[in-house]
């Protein structure tokens, strides 16, 4: 509280939910720009497979430091539990696939296609956990796939087969947030971080055996994994606290800004110029999966009222 003369101010509140969409933003531009160090060191002939061994390991050592510094263990035994390994195959998918997409796709239209990861959740949740999903959130999730299929453009003279790697990392990444429900709670969020980037080093070594070998990384690339590993720590950091500090159903939508980033990026910094389709192909996935979220929120309160 603050006096000026006769009259007394209240200090402006920032409240939880608008705390946490601005978390949620911050995550979603540091995900956007670890994407683009990851495309211009695999641009600039590193190996995909390199990339993910030098990017899983430098998290894994990040999400260690930190596990540590909060006084937890690095090993647990839930670890290896049938639904962490099932989770593991799912994390390893997702990144390896989006990996290779943004290697070797436009950062634009690889990133638009994975918006339609919590379509694909919400779908899931619905045919695995046995979660309600009315008609129109189901006409919604279709709507989203159809935006996909604009962006694909299968059978069309745009289309790119390479476009396939982005839609099987969507299918990953969806199974591992699938996974993640079931995942044993003793683990906290910094020990799942271990898990999931250490899982890409022998992912990547597998993959990297089939490409043909390493190469030995100039400064400029390994400036830029660094970078990709700091950043990509922080934007970690910021969805916990997004996901912890505002209701989900406010804080979620934010998700989609991570689109605008990459679009902005792709623009500056690969010359890229999506056409008509892509822009929308990516409406279309962006309005059907903010109409699916408020119509979750919508049944919460209503279940929380009865």
């Known amino acids: 509280m603050r006096v ?11 409240s939880d939910n608008l705390r946490g969409s601005l978390f949620m933003v911050l995550a979603m531009c540091g995900f956007a720009i670890e994407d683009m160090f ?20 430098g998290g894994m050592l990040a999400f260690m430091a930190l596990a540590r510094a ?14 962490m ?7 390893v998918t997702g990144r390896l696939f989006y990996t290779l997409a943004i290697a070797y796709t436009a950062l634009s239209s690889a990133s638009a296609i ?25 006409a919604a999730i279709l709507a989203g796939l159809g935006g996909v299929l604009v962006i694909l453009r299968p059978g069309l003279e745009g289309f790119s087969a390479a476009s396939i790697l982005a839609v099987i990392g969507l299918l990953g990444f969806a199974g ?6 079931a995942a044993p709670k003793v683990l906290s969020n910094f020990q799942l971080g271990i898990y999931g980037f250490a899982a890409m080093v022998p992912t990547g070594a597998v993959l990297l055996i089939w490409q043909g070998g390493a190469q030995v990384p100039d400064g400029a690339q390994v400036a830029q994994l660094v970078a990709a590993v700091l950043i990509g720590v922080y934007a970690y950091w910021a969805l916990t606290l997004a996901m912890r500090t505002g209701e989900v159903s406010v804080v979620t939508p934010f998700r989609y800004t991570r689109l605008v980033f990459a679009l902005i990026l792709g ?6 110029r999506p056409d008509a ?22 049944q919460v309160l209503r279940r929380a009222a009865n």
Do not use: N
Request: net charge positive; proline share 5%; glycine share 14%.
């Open 4 to 14: 000026r003369g006769p009259f007394v101010c209240q200090e402006p509140v920032m």
């Open 267 to 272: 623009v500056l910094v690969f010359g890229e």
């Open 176 to 181: 591992r947030d699938l996974a993640t429900r």
């Open 70 to 83: 909060q006084g937890q263990a690095i090993w647990h035994p839930a670890v290896v539990q049938p639904r």
């Open 114 to 138: 994975l918006q339609a990861t919590p379509l694909v959740v919400v779908a899931g949740a619905a045919l695995i956990f046995g979660e309600s999903v009315g008609w129109r959130r189901w």
């Open 277 to 298: 389709l892509t822009l929308i192909g990516s409406a279309i996935v962006v309005g059907a999966g903010i109409y699916t979220l408020l119509g979750t929120r919508r």
């Open 38 to 57: 990851l495309k211009r060191v695999a641009g600039a002939g590193m190996p995909v497979g390199q990339v993910l061994i030098l990017f899983g390991g």
């Open 85 to 91: 390994l099932v989770k593991a195959a799912f994390e």
